[in-house]
């Protein structure tokens, strides 16, 4: 049987785009993925749904899986012919026990890659507006282990640190605070050194502790710092109330539920995180196409009969897609038809298939668009491909201007319900829950149940009718001024 490889990935310090488009690609590709418990959730969903998932998770003083059993693990499944990514926090090779993992893998002869992971004794200390280097300051920089064995001392020579006036940086040393400070002191530091300890690093709960050497424990043990955070010595610490950018971005601290389908979450979700906001995914809907669709085929195939061609959401386009590419067609096949869009978004859908919105109404929504159809005064029929249960606004706005269409329900919304617990625990005042459609907020109540307790979360709502129907369930709402992305997250932003 031929060898499987495996592929030790670096996920990073916690914030998922701080990972390598290596690393991405190789968990994109993974059959099987033994990780750690520090990976994010944003990074584990990058795993393959069909991958086998396998964890190790390990933190300090306990160990789900014995490192030798871990090492055993990569090896059988590689020797199965697999493709095996072993996921790790920060680097495999700084203070990662990626050595130790490779060393039985090359005794087998199993081929095997390490993709470097940025370490957190660099971007956590960044993130805190900490350098750990500045030539003001120090010409040096040290990474050092503060994790001990139990019952046994730390082997540091803290002596030789101390004289090296450089910035020390200790990883896994929560433990360990009051005997690392105490030996640097004992070792000569002065006691006013500033220091400090960076809780959760480069996530949205980040939680930077400033102090001098000498105060650092006690600060440390009123503020009830837990693992994982790390330790930074030197005089570069004072740069923080300086240089700190991540606690001053606009969400910091802000919990943001995001409800859109899974294949259309991902952008929302990134530009949320970019604001620092704490963004928790929960595809309360999914859109899939009426396969098979006669109606939608027999007017695909007289598209010559209409003069427009009418789309109330990127799902109706990926629908039209899907048909063309199961049909062997392409674009061409809609010939010189115009196309109209009821925003943004199903713009920007059509343009990644060669296509150009030809009217897109000023305001989003269903009444409007047929407002602006009218107004464009078609000389022929209009083609309208929607969701099966869509509303009438859009009907009765071309009934009212007398103008000929063919209404066709191509694809349908289910309403899912992946992490409903989790998502229950995040309902806690402050909260923020986005609604990008009316057919989210539905989902999102009929997942939780309607008895659930609303009161404390706030509905950030793209348009009218969305807020329309989170209305309907009491849900206290802020609606953006126009229905685009754009626009909600400046409503978020902005708050009450």
Partial sequence: MKKGQVILVGAGPGDPELLTIKGRKAIESAEVVVYDRLVGQ????LIPENAERINVGKESSHHTVPQEQINQ?????????????????????????????????SEHGVSFQEVPGITSAIAVPAYAGIPVTHRDCCSSLHIITGHQRAGKPLSINFEALVQTKG???????????????????????????????IEKGTTPSQRPILATLSTLPETAKAEKVKSPA?????????????????????????????????????TLSERLRALGANVAE?????????????EMEEAVNNIGRYEWLTFTSPAGVSALMELLERTGRDVRALGNIKLAAIGPGTDRELR????????????????????????????????????????????????????????????ETRYTAPNTEEV?????????????????VTGFVSALGENTDFSAITAACIGQQTEAEAHKYNLHTITAEKATMDALIQRIVEGE
Wanted: glycine share 10%; charged share 25%.
């Fill in 282 to 294: 929960f595809p309360c809907i999914e859109t899939h196409p009426l396969i098979p669709c006669p």
């Fill in 167 to 197: 910035t020390l940086v200790f990883l896994m040393g929560v433990s360990a605070l009051g005997e690392i400070c105490r030996g640097l002191l004992e070792a000569g530091m002065e006691p006013d050194m500033p220091a400090a300890v």
């Fill in 424 to 440: 229950r625990e995040l309902l806690v005042p402050g909260t923020i829950v986005t609604f990008t459609s009316a057919s989210t």
């Fill in 42 to 45: 944003a990074i584990f969903d």
């Fill in 230 to 266: 790390i330790i930074i010595v030197g005089k570069v610490c004072a740069y923080s109330n300086q240089f700190d950018w991540f606690d001053h971005l606009p969400l910091k601290g802000k919990t943001v539920i995001v409800t859109r389908p899974k294949e259309r979450a991902g």
């Fill in 73 to 105: 693990i990569l090896l059988e499944k590689a020797l199965e012919g697999k493709r095996v990514v072993r996921l790790k926090g920060g680097d495999p090779f700084l203070f990662g026990r990626g050595g130790e993992e490779l060393e039985l893998l």
């Fill in 352 to 411: 990644k298939h060669g296509l150009r919105s030809d009217l897109i109404p000023e305001v989003y929504d269903g009444a409007h668009l047929g407002q602006a159809l009218c107004e464009a005064k078609p000389a022929g029929k209009v083609l309208i491909l929607r969701a099966q249960w869509g509303t009438k606004a859009l009907t009765d706005a071309l009934d009212k201007g007398t103008i000929s269409y063919d209404d066709i329900r191509c694809y």
